[in-house]
């Protein structure tokens, strides 16, 4: 016996994991700028200037503070 919600959830990908700096804190809300230059309003507890793992909205832990490099290919 197959569960027809399960089946429908799975015709789509999970939330990609992105990350980001916290730029605003207010009230378990926070605004996390991505690398691109995106901003997120996500759920969470976090302290401004932290990096952080935000997925689907809520943040997920926190990440490292390392330096982004980007190469052109």
Known sequence: MTN??????E??????LQWGE?????G????VELPGGGKLTVRGEATVGQKVYV???V???EAPNLTLVTIEV
């Open 22 to 26: 916290v730029l605003v804190v207010t």
């Open 59 to 61: 943040i997920e832990a």
């Open 4 to 9: 027809p919600y399960r089946v429908f959830k």
């Open 28 to 31: 378990g809300t926070a605004i």
């Open 11 to 16: 015709i789509f990908p999970d939330a990609p």
């Open 55 to 57: 997925r689907d909205g």
